[in-house]
């Protein structure tokens, strides 16, 4: 087992649902609410991020959100002693940049954990956009909604969870955010370190390795450098819920 990352290119998609252009993509009526059913190819400023850059920082003021076409993030919070937390690793089709909107500056980082492409949102226009529209309003609430829902599933996996749980917790979630972006739910690549799991779950990386290690003897994963295989998900799913 590879201890050291689980970070390589996804396998293709067994039905690819990732959106190739505006008329196809789930939030372009935020974007467009007047003409969103026909709007033409890269009609959005699009951002690439390469690995290991960031799509904003912690202090930058806040002018866009930004639909995460391809690649991943992580989100990294740092206090002031420099302790950092890492809270989410949002995928494609992740909306990105909420938590500006209460003081109109970021209070974290977005990091690629590969070379990514994201859509510049005006926040400004998507405002006025979403008063003009209560279907792209609703949908903008789901967003943050669905974001909220996030931060509270962490915090009971933080306070409630053993390690074995966290980890079967984590892969699940990490396993259905696959299919429903059309790749494979039993097979993928993790693009995350072992380090970035450790911190986002709260655990030591020594634990994450043994707990992978545990996981793969029981037979319910295997793990073959940094490719990851779900064996049996309903037993980790299980496991997932204590």
Known sequence: MDTTSLSLSTPPPVNPALPRDCASCEVARLCHP???TSLAPAARGRRSVRRGEALYRAGDALHNLYLLRAGSMKIRVTNTSGLEQITAFPGAGSLLGL???ETGIHTCDAIALEDSVACALPYRELEANCEQDAEAGRQFHRLIAHD???CQRLLLTLGRMTTDERIASFLVETSEQMAAHGYSSRQFVLKMTREDI???LGMKIETVCRVFA???AASLLLVSKRHLEIL???ALRRLSCG
Request: net charge negative; no cysteine.
């Open 34 to 36: 007047q003409d969103w």
């Open 198 to 200: 450790a911190n986002h």
């Open 99 to 101: 938590d500006a909107i």
């Open 214 to 216: 545990r996981l793969q």
């Open 148 to 150: 909220m829902n996030h």
């Open 232 to 234: 049996d998900v309903d």
